[in-house]
């Protein structure tokens, strides 16, 4: 019977994870998921769960020693962060082609330069590309319904890829919160024992990360990208599973008061959380706004996508990192990118807020739909812009 | 006709006849270092677990969709052989704790070339040895960035050119002495610390089952002749490891529990010119500069034998 | 000259991560159509002390019926290791044709 508790969100992670029973954990702190790995540290020297905590000198040795753990069969788990993420960024696309189940939660915070430790999506957006399936939570509940999913989703047979749980740095880390924790019973049945493809073993010997020239790149590229695209069958699956055991229903895109609406808003995160006051607020107002919370965003979601924005005039897809140079931030150009050929679309608008950890609140959201909206039509004179900054 | 000494006539027949790394593989007609990982995988045998860094080994070994490898073998990224076989060994440590697999000891030996454990996988190797896994790492040492065409490593000799720093007119090719790495390895409280090199076969496998049996981490430091690299005729590669070891510019000695014992003392050294001679990376030096290297050489070796002579081990300091 | 390596016709036929589960089978690759010279044998003189099968690269030297210790041409990259190293001088290197 799933237990009610009242914790740090990234402890309460520490403790979904602990649930899974992982045989391996290899992490290196920083802020702000540093109480993730720590936390686990702590289950561990209780001796709740039976896992060999490796305190490893890098990031990069983290998800090396990953690497190492799951290819020899074991259940593997790492936590990190921004600039952690991008020291480790070399093997990132390694874990994926070697078709390596590690799950890794993501405190999601900004990229260096200026050096900033509070929560922007830089960090994860800077891997997008590299073959991880990727979910972002909301909430506490979503962050602990996540990291127990991740782990069955990874090691289904038909997927056999890394996931990433991607949580706020400090704007979920660090908030307290309300959740239900399952217990272990639940999750045994749930989750069962990890039964590796291929491990390192004299028993049966394979020779795993090879080379391979031109003449196959291509094949094996394309065997990634199908492995990728056709996990998305087994999310879904998962989700009913859970839905069914625990009652919380996971869907690519939630969908906040999208009834008759005529405008939405696109979030990814603990933003959304906001943004639904806003909605409520301006549904008040006899605006027929909407909330679409992104919670899959890789492999992304297009047909659910197309679905959600049946009906809408206007979207206003919220970032949280910036491609400098580009033409929309990461998710705007994603939603663009998937909505070209359709014959019918919504006008999207492209915000980037809350950079570095600048709150934005329940006002901004209304301002930002109002804008897009009859109320004030003010269209940026650019495709996308970074909201809220002085001076501009 | 060449006089092969510490070596005994007829050992090689002794020896597992398995191939645990087969022929067929890419590597350059005469390498040295691919002679010194056949006959590593001998003497480990077959409950071995390989890591492997990228490197020449690696790349010449595992084309897709063929192995040469008979033993299980991981490769992931240029730096981290030290950490992926950190985490190979905890996983196998948990598993066989569980009892998810099979109750016997497999040895987890993580390899790399000298760029892969000098320069830039450092860091990994310095951590999997502080905390105390129970990996062999071996470093397979041609002296410099092989694979990328010969570029100047932390363990190019002083002296070599090298193609990040060529011998010309301004230049006498590289200025700083060789990287200790065993020594810096062995202050890791590493219980086993070894060099050896592929042209004494028979020592170089003793010391792999040595270590082998360490539980806890151990690393040995193999010299691996690279005739390309070096501009050495390939038929020459087993001679050149022996005049290193003749010179004393590689002598071949154990460090075990912080005692230092030579397992290969020439009774007098060469003079370094006899190794200098038959490279052709060498061959831009000025009689002064090979001096400067003798006597480098010499205080070199002085000092091991030094250490050899009064260092105790920590046993016999303890009790 | 046979055919060295055979890629997998389709991406669907790739194994998973590319991992190979055939050890040992470089062997498909026949190392030996790169040399310039190929060791020549001189039973009466070789001793049958192995010192050319400990010292070759390739691993390719084995012993026949009759105990020689014998180079497989399939492999033999002509390096000359084993001529050098022979104690009696039993190997020359020839150049191939």
Known sequence: MSKRIGMEIALAAAEAVALCKPDVVAAYPITPNTHIPEHLSDI???GRIDTDFICVESEHSALSACCGASGAGARAFTATSSQGLLYMAEIVPIVSSMRLPIVMAIGNRALSGPINIWNDHSDIMSQRD?????????????????????????????????????????????????????DQKEVDRFLPPYKPYAALHPDNVVSMGSLAMPDIFNEAMQSKDAALINSKQVILEVWKEWEERFGRKYEPIGAYRMDGAEVALMTLGSMGD??????????????????????????????????????????????????????????????????????ERPVVTNRIIGLGGRDVAVGDFMAMVEEATGAQKKKPAKAYEIYGVRGS | MNTVTNFDLYAPRLVDKQEYFDAGHRACSGCGEALAIRLMCKALGEDTVIVNATGCMEVVSVMYPTTAWNLPWIHVAFPNSASVGAGVEAALKVLRRKGKIADRR?????????????????????????????????CFDNEAYMNTGIQRSGA????????????????????????????????????????????????????????????GPSYIHCLAVCPTGWRVPTEECIKAGRLAVETGVFPLYEIEDGKYTMTVAPEKLRPVEDYLKIQGRFRHLTPDFIQKIQKRVNLEYNKLLDKVENLHSWSELEG | ????????????????????????????????????????????????????????????????????????????????????ECWPGAITMVEEG
């Open chain 1, 44 to 46: 561990v020297a209780e």
């Open chain 1, 130 to 182: 590299v073959g991880w399936i990727s979910m972002f939570a909301a909430d506490g509940q979503e962050t602990i319904d996540m990291m127990i999913q991740a782990f069955k989703i990874a090691e289904h047979r038909d997927v056999m890829l890394p996931v990433n749980v991607n949580l706020d740095g400090f704007q979920l880390t660090h908030v307290v919160e309300p959740m239900f924790l399952p």
């Open chain 1, 274 to 343: 906001t943004a639904e006051v806003a909605i409520d607020e301006l549904r008040d107002k006899g605006v027929k706004a909407g909330l679409l919370k992104l919670k899959l965003w890789r492999p992304f979601p297009t047909e659910e996508l197309f679905k959600a924005v049946k009906g809408l005039k206007s979207l206003v897809v919220l970032d949280r990192a910036v491609s400098f140079g580009g033409v929309n931030g990461p998710v705007a150009a994603e939603v663009k990118a998937a909505l070209y050929d359709q014959k």
């Open chain 2, 106 to 138: 497999i040895k987890v030996v993580a390899i790399g070339g000298d760029g892969g454990t000098f320069d830039i996988g450092f860091q990994a190797l310095s951590g999997t040895m502080e905390r105390g896994h129970d990996v062999l790492y071996v």
């Open chain 2, 156 to 215: 190019t000799p002083m002296g070599a050119s090298t193609t990040t720093n060529p011998a010309g007119a301004a230049s006498e090719g590289k200025n700083e002495w060789k990287k200790n790495i065993a020594e810096i390895i062995s202050s890791h409280n590493v219980p086993y610390v070894a060099t050896a090199c592929h042209s004494y076969p028979i020592d170089f496998m003793n010391k792999v089952k040595k270590a082998r049996e360490i539980e």
């Open chain 3, 1 to 84: 000259m046979e055919k060295a390596k055979k890629w997998p016709e389709k991406w669907q036929e790739l194994t998973p991560g590319c991992m190979v589960f055939r050890p040992g089978s470089t062997r498909e690759y026949h190392t030996g159509t790169w040399r310039a010279q190929r060791p020549v044998y001189n039973t009466d003189r070789c001793i049958k002390c192995g010192a050319c099968y400990i010292f070759c690269p390739e691993g390719c030297i084995s012993q026949d019926a009759d105990g020689y210790f014998i180079a497989d041409l399939d492999y033999c990259k002509g390096c000359g290791i084993c001529a050098h």
